[in-house]
């Protein structure tokens, strides 16, 4: 959990989201108590929830949308208790899912499989929220890099699903892939 200028940053994976939540619920608790707030005091101090692409999927599950629907009902109660008291802004990495719409649609480019993936993840989270009585709004954006910045030349971020040592190799080398383990 970071701090910053009144806007409480929470970068958790779905299973340690609870903790970070009831961590902040009680920090902001007693920070308020102290306070007096009339009915139309805005919200207490803004929240992002950074969403990592990973959490919307458990290790070893295929990355389908039932599994995606499944991992956003399981978060959303969690979420939608903290915008009850805060503004909430939440956020998503989309890795996973941009690697696995590259293998069905060889053609696309990763801006327009990054924007698919966006909606997906932004329409299944909204899903979610809303059945846990959160209203949201889901943003697409689009992000302008450099194509020649350096890290293009050894990239770290992973795309696509996890796969085997056999199976990377075979790809890297039919397909020209560059590999690199995940850390597990």
């Known amino acids: 959990t970071l701090n910053l200028n009144n806007t409480t940053m929470i970068t958790a994976s779905r299973y340690s989201l609870r903790k970070a939540a009831s961590h902040l619920t009680r920090a902001t608790a007693a920070a308020s108590s102290s306070q007096s707030y009339s009915t139309t005091t805005p919200l207490n101090d803004r929240i992002v929830v950074a969403v990592g692409g990973n959490a919307l999927q458990r290790r070893g599950e295929r990355l389908t949308i039932e599994n995606m629907l499944k991992a956003a009902a399981d978060m959303a109660p969690t979420i939608a208790s903290l915008a009850k008291d805060h503004e909430l802004v ?95």
């Open 90 to 184: 939440l956020t998503h990495g989309n890795g996973p899912q941009v690697g696995e719409l590259a293998l069905e649609r060889s053609a696309a480019t990763f801006d327009v499989l990054g924007a698919e993936s966006m909606g997906q993840i932004g329409y299944v989270l909204a899903q979610a929220l809303s059945s846990a009585g959160c209203n949201t709004a889901p943003i697409i954006c689009q992000v302008v890099v450099d194509p020649q910045h350096e890290a293009f030349r050894d990239p770290s971020k992973f795309v696509g699903p996890i796969y085997g040592a056999k199976e990377a190799t075979a790809l890297s080398q039919s397909l020209g892939w560059v590999m690199k383990p995940d850390g597990e």
